[in-house]
């Protein structure tokens, strides 16, 4: 028995999306499968399975929720937010249900996504948690200066958008070997659960270039809670203002961290690549 899926994109950062709202993914005797790690790792595969950077099931909504976006990277670990995949599969709901706005809901809480003008579809994705419990931090730091270094970047700032993440700012992002340093950092004791590591150029106070190292993942072309918390931390050093344009090598993402209720807002565009189905059952093991 072969499942219907989606590869869907945000500026390049790419999900393999299943549908599981209308009753749970069969295996090959029609039996209901539970997608584990390792299957999910699998299928994220580039080279033996379909290749994305996160792998998305969609799940039935409840209390005011539209949907329920369950994501995991493609070494298998559970994410609790994905900014690019809210966007797209708010995008896939709202276009079923021939509305402008929807709630998505993952394991770290509810996202209102609306769409706007010119295919762009903007996500509030809650406040940023500057605690170092909140990020988590392995012990009470400052995370507006977290004491780690790597070569020749140090003193990141530190928050959680759901998941942890840490913002070096660099005077200039072509001279950081970021795939030498990143795997390091995310595994850096300091972080308890690993963590996304954003490496960001500021060009001035309106516009930033970023690059991520995503926890599990590696270098991706956009990271949509990424480029949330590098908003958050540059405003928080002086950097920039509280609205900003943040160039990824897949694009811009234009970011807002609200000031009546420090939520952070993310506008960007969605896409879908292709169509297929797959035999889950060939990935169980």
């Not at 869907?8 to 584990?36: K, T, Y």
């Not at 990141?156 to 070096?168: L, R």
């Not at 590098?230 to 050093?237: E, P, S, T």
Request: with cysteine.
């Amino acid at each position: 028995m072969t499942t219907p899926f989606r590869k869907m994109h945000g500026l390049g950062n790419d999900f393999v999306v299943l549908d599981a709202r209308r009753g749970p993914l069969l295996d090959a005797r029609a039996q209901p499968l539970a997608i584990m790690p390792a299957a999910a790792a699998a299928i994220a595969d580039r080279h033996f399975g379909i290749g994305c950077d996160q792998f998305i099931v969609m799940e039935p909504g409840t209390d005011g929720a539209d949907v329920f976006m369950r994501i995991r990277n493609p070494d298998g670990s559970e994410a609790g937010a994905c900014g690019n995949a809210t966007r797209c599969i708010a995008a896939l709901v709202a276009d079923e249900a021939g509305r402008d706005r929807v709630v998505v809901r993952t394991i770290a809480g509810d996202l209102p996504v609306e769409r706007l003008p010119g295919g762009l579809w903007r996500a509030d994705m809650g406040p940023a948690r500057l605690g170092w419990q909140d990020v988590p931090l392995a012990r009470e730091v400052d995370t507006l200066h977290v004491p780690l270094a790597r070569g020749a970047v140090a003193d990141p700032a530190a928050c959680s958008m759901g998941n942890p993440h840490a913002t070096f700012f660099v005077r200039d992002l072509d001279l950081v070997p970021v795939a030498e340093i990143g795997p390091g950092l995310e595994h850096d004791p300091i972080f308890p659960d690993r963590a996304n590591i954003g490496f960001a150029q500021i060009l001035s106070p309106e516009h930033m270039r970023l690059v991520i190292w995503e926890r599990g993942a590696g270098i991706t072309l956009a990271c949509g809670s990424g480029a949330c918390a590098a908003m958050v931390n540059a405003h928080r050093r002086g950097l920039t203002g509280r609205r900003a344009t943040i160039t990824m090598p897949g694009g811009d993402l234009r970011m807002e961290w609200r000031e009546a209720d420090g939520h952070v807002l993310m506008t960007g565009p969605v896409a879908t690549a292709f169509t297929g189905t797959l035999d889950l059952s060939s990935f169980a093991g």
